[in-house]
């Protein structure tokens, strides 16, 4: 500013707040502290948000310069006026009093405890699991055409309760999640209805399944995220146990706002990003679009082997049901080959197979499950978390970014306006209109500013939730050489008690131990 302060000309109460708040060992004030003074001036957030921005910040403090500017700016704030510079300048020689209490009471901003960097997420996976676990159960309709209208039972492990919900109770959920952590990675939901032409290869049974598993991972992501776990949505939406929860969950929304406005630190977000920040996030973008092209080959392959067991199942199943149908064959055998044949007797044992042949199916199937449930499941998770992050992205390059262009080229017209107007004399009523929009336009201006600099410590923040879950890998790729030991050995278990059946039935020369039929 043109009449920077002067510190010989302060008053003492300024001196005074700054002894109290200031470091012991350095001659600047925490910038943690600082928002502490701020909050409890009371003014309105966007106020604070004003004087913030027009503080300057190194490492984390504010010098005493800066502190002696921003109390100036307090009070004239506390006094009905804007908080602006240009204000300033016009009290310079005499630079009002704001009213924050006796100083020594302000010594306890300095003795509570600083916390560590809130740009730092400081969780595990086995952390994340524990959150929460929660269980979608699929209620069979009793009344209505089939499956009409599904209903689900939610169980959270952490609540200890069950509750119902529809699908219905999923979207407005969902939206209103969007709406209030706009910046965070929130899942997609899945589709309501099969589209056109999916019908051809899935059931209606099978779709809706396949729903329930996607709506259970979602809640899980919800439910486990840092930021998400304590918010009274999620609360609500896992705990309410009433028929209008959707009336519920928007009369929660109305009373908290978006994050930005809740968040202790959204207006200083800024002071709190690293100087490499977007070099950061190109590079971070671009290492977890790799990821996700990968798990999307992983979980293709998962599927396809999880396919075939359930095939394989049906294919054993088959199979011992032909040797039974074989083995049920009541056609007399033509004298001519009565003689010499076996296969009287023969024919009558293979009846018997199909019972160990169904086992067999039984247990491929088992391993297609498994397969399912413990390797293709977990793998779908983490690609839903690697997809939200990718529309987070959008979010953010579409959203916040996009918007805040916008309201520059506006600005920019606004003063080619009022410029046009001070050169060709208008009238004053309409030249006063135009200076205070373009007042609300700077103050608009300043607002998008720092959402976008709360977009980009959340998209930091949340980055550092995708490296905390990569673990995961580990996990899938155990649980999946598990699932093989497992199937292989109880595959092996049947085959093997199968074998000397077969050398009961038919003898010693079962087969296994013949000569080839086929020249070598």
């Given at each position: 500013?043109?009449?920077?302060?002067?510190?010989g000309?302060?008053?003492p109460y300024?001196?005074?707040?700054?002894?109290?708040?200031?470091?012991?060992?350095?001659?600047?004030?925490?910038?943690e502290?600082?928002?502490r003074?701020?909050n409890r001036?009371?003014?309105p957030k966007?106020?604070?948000?004003?004087?913030a921005?027009?503080?300057?910040?190194?490492e984390?403090?504010?010098?005493?310069?800066?502190l002696?500017?921003?109390?100036a700016?307090i009070?004239l704030a506390q006094?009905g006026k804007?908080?602006s510079l240009?204000?300033?300048?016009?009290?310079?020689?005499e630079l009002?009093?704001p009213?924050l209490?006796?100083?020594?009471?302000?010594?306890?901003?300095r003795?509570?405890?600083?916390?560590?960097?809130?740009l730092?997420?400081?969780?595990t996976?086995?952390?994340?699991?524990?959150?929460?676990?929660?269980?979608?159960?699929l209620?069979?309709e009793?009344?209505?055409l089939?499956?009409?209208?599904?209903e689900?039972?939610?169980?959270?492990?952490?609540?200890?309760i069950?509750?119902?919900?529809?699908?219905?109770d999923?979207?407005?959920?969902?939206?209103?999640?969007?709406?209030?952590f706009a910046?965070?990675?929130?899942p997609?939901?899945?589709?309501?209805r099969?589209l056109?032409?999916?019908l051809?290869?899935m059931?209606?049974?099978?779709?809706?399944?396949?729903?329930?598993?996607?709506?259970?991972?979602?809640?899980?992501?919800?439910?486990?995220?840092?930021?998400?776990?304590?918010?009274?949505?999620?609360?609500t939406?896992l705990t309410f146990?009433?028929s209008?929860v959707?009336?519920?969950?928007r009369?929660?929304?109305?009373?908290?706002g978006?994050?930005?406005?809740?968040?202790?630190?959204?207006?200083?977000a800024?002071?709190?990003?690293?100087?490499?920040i977007?070099?950061?996030?190109?590079?971070?973008?671009?290492?977890i679009?790799?990821?996700?092209?990968?798990?999307?080959?992983?979980?293709?392959r998962?599927?396809?082997?999880?396919e075939?067991s359930?095939?394989n199942?049906?294919?054993?199943?088959?199979?011992?049901?032909?040797?039974?149908t074989?083995?049920?064959?009541?056609?007399?055998?033509?004298?001519?080959?009565s003689?010499?044949?076996?296969w009287?007797?023969?024919r009558?044992?293979?009846k018997?197979?199909?019972?160990?042949?169904?086992?067999?199916?039984?247990?491929?199937a088992?391993?297609?499950?498994?397969?399912e449930?413990?390797?293709?499941?977990k793998?779908?998770?983490?690609?839903?978390l690697?997809?939200?992050?990718?529309?987070?992205?959008?979010r953010?390059?579409?959203?916040?970014?996009?918007?805040?262009?916008?309201a520059?080229?506006?600005?920019?017209v606004?003063?080619r306006q009022?410029?046009?107007?001070?050169?060709?004399?208008?009238?004053?009523?309409?030249?006063?209109?135009?200076?205070?929009r373009i007042?609300?336009?700077?103050?608009?201006?300043q607002?998008?500013?720092?959402?976008n600099?709360?977009s980009l410590f959340?998209?930091?923040?949340?980055?550092q939730?995708?490296?905390?879950?990569l673990?995961?890998?580990?996990?899938?790729?155990?649980?999946?050489?598990?699932?093989?030991?497992?199937?292989h050995?109880?595959?092996?278990?049947?085959?093997?008690d199968l074998?000397?059946?077969?050398?009961?039935?038919?003898?010693?020369?079962?087969?296994?131990q013949s000569?080839?039929l086929?020249?070598?």
């Amino acid at each position: 500013m043109a009449g920077e302060i002067n510190e010989g000309s302060v008053p003492p109460y300024y001196r005074e707040v700054y002894e109290a708040i200031c470091c012991k060992t350095d001659e600047r004030v925490q910038s943690e502290v600082f928002q502490r003074l701020l909050n409890r001036t009371e003014l309105p957030k966007a106020v604070l948000a004003q004087i913030a921005e027009r503080i300057e910040y190194t490492e984390g403090f504010i010098n005493k310069l800066s502190l002696y500017k921003a109390l100036a700016l307090i009070a004239l704030a506390q006094q009905g006026k804007q908080p602006s510079l240009k204000l300033l300048e016009n009290c310079i020689q005499e630079l009002p009093k704001p009213q924050l209490g006796e100083p020594k009471d302000l010594q306890t901003l300095r003795m509570q405890p600083v916390h560590e960097n809130p740009l730092t997420v400081s969780q595990t996976l086995s952390k994340l699991l524990a959150t929460d676990s929660v269980q979608v159960e699929l209620i069979p309709e009793k009344k209505g055409l089939f499956l009409k209208h599904v209903e689900y039972q939610i169980t959270s492990q952490r609540f200890k309760i069950s509750v119902y919900r529809r699908y219905s109770d999923f979207d407005v959920f969902h939206e209103l999640l969007l709406q209030r952590f706009a910046y965070r990675m929130v899942p997609a939901l899945p589709p309501k209805r099969m589209l056109k032409g999916v019908l051809n290869s899935m059931s209606e049974r099978e779709f809706i399944e396949g729903r329930r598993r996607a709506l259970c991972r979602f809640i899980n992501l919800v439910a486990r995220h840092p930021f998400f776990s304590e918010d009274e949505l999620v609360k609500t939406f896992l705990t309410f146990n009433g028929s209008e929860v959707q009336s519920k969950l928007r009369d929660a929304s109305k009373k908290m706002g978006d994050e930005f406005m809740t968040n202790r630190i959204s207006t200083q977000a800024k002071e709190y990003l690293p100087t490499d920040i977007q070099a950061q996030f190109s590079a971070s973008r671009e290492l977890i679009r790799n990821i996700h092209n990968s798990f999307v080959k992983l979980r293709d392959r998962a599927e396809r082997m999880a396919e075939r067991s359930k095939e394989n199942a049906t294919d054993l199943l088959m199979f011992g049901r032909e040797l039974s149908t074989l083995g049920s064959d009541g056609s007399p055998i033509p004298s001519m080959a009565s003689s010499q044949s076996t296969w009287g007797t023969l024919r009558q044992s293979l009846k018997g197979l199909s019972v160990e042949f169904a086992l067999l199916a039984d247990k491929a199937a088992q391993q297609g499950r498994r397969e399912e449930d413990d390797v293709v499941e977990k793998l779908n998770l983490f690609l839903d978390l690697l997809q939200s992050y990718r529309d987070l992205c959008e979010r953010h390059e579409k959203g916040v970014l996009h918007e805040h262009q916008r309201a520059l080229q506006k600005y920019s017209v606004m003063k080619r306006q009022m410029m046009s107007a001070t050169v060709q004399p208008k009238e004053q009523v309409s030249v006063e209109q135009l200076e205070s929009r373009i007042v609300q336009q700077e103050n608009a201006i300043q607002t998008m500013e720092l959402r976008n600099y709360f977009s980009l410590f959340c998209l930091h923040q949340e980055t550092q939730l995708i490296f905390t879950y990569l673990p995961i890998t580990s996990n899938i790729l155990g649980a999946f050489v598990n699932s093989q030991v497992q199937g292989h050995k109880e595959m092996g278990e049947v085959w093997n008690d199968l074998q000397p059946k077969l050398g009961c039935l038919f003898g010693a020369n079962n087969g296994i131990q013949s000569l080839p039929l086929t020249p070598q």
